[in-house]
């Protein structure tokens, strides 16, 4: 069974630049996760997806930061326009129970 | 709202030693605690899965408790190897909210052989 696929793998931008990550779940599952994991932390929730539907995005910064998932299938994050602040760890997981989530490898972005 | 805490935030242990993770979390209403292992540059590996009615679980050399009533959890790694080197990170879940984790901020090992 093939993982959760996630790219770009490692994305340097300047601040102000906006720019885009994709991830393809496992296939089959229903709910998507966006984690954003800087560095020395845990990774935090952004976004939760059920089939094309957002269950939460109470911690997503609605003025820089979107995301959508078409079809409930692929799903796309994007961050206009990057801050310094955003440098970090996007990690993207999928689940077909409450129980268990998969994680991709992440997106290491760097704002400079 | 619950927050999750691990100490000590790195450890650096030689081989062969026995060592405890800790981890601790501030609202006992759990559905379950999930311990996982992150390697430099990869995503994250699942150990194991305690529900909220169990006390522990058993992989191989790893065992996890749960305490809920103390806001606690173990993970335990017996006969520690330098391939345990890595970021292990708890994370717990909580009733209706959609299978959402919520993680401490890891404990960064460090096996010297």
């Known amino acids: 069974e093939a993982g959760v696929a996630q790219s770009p793998r490692y994305k340097i931008i300047e601040k102000r630049q906006s720019v885009a990550f994709w991830c393809n779940p496992i296939?089959?599952?229903?709910?998507l996760y966006w984690y954003q994991q800087i560095l020395g932390q845990g990774p935090k929730l952004l976004i939760q997806f059920q089939n094309n539907g957002v269950v939460d995005d109470s911690q997503l910064p609605k003025d820089r930061f979107s995301a959508e998932r078409l079809k409930g299938v692929d799903s796309t994050l994007k961050i206009q326009p990057a801050k310094l602040e955003d440098s970090a760890v996007y990690l993207c997981a999928s689940s077909s129970t409450e129980y268990e989530q998969y994680f991709g490898p992440g997106t290491r972005l760097t704002v400079t | 709202k619950q927050e999750v805490t691990q100490i000590p935030a790195a450890l650096s242990v030689p081989e062969g030693e026995n060592l405890v993770l800790n981890c601790s979390f501030t609202d006992s209403a759990i559905y379950n605690l999930q311990w996982f292992r992150q390697d430099p540059g990869k995503g994250l590996t699942s150990l194991l899965l305690?529900?909220?009615?169990?006390r522990e679980q058993t992989s191989g050399r790893l065992n996890a408790s749960l305490d809920k009533s103390s806001g606690r959890s173990t993970l335990y790694i017996a006969a520690s190897q330098p391939g345990d080197s890595a970021t292990y990170l708890c994370?717990?879940?909580?009733?209706?909210?959609?299978?959402?984790?919520?993680f401490g901020q890891g404990t960064e090992l460090s096996v010297k052989p």
């Open positions: 994370a717990t879940r909580m009733y209706n909210q959609g299978g959402k984790l919520i």
């Open positions: 296939s089959g599952h229903a709910t």
């Open positions: 305690i529900q909220s009615s169990q």
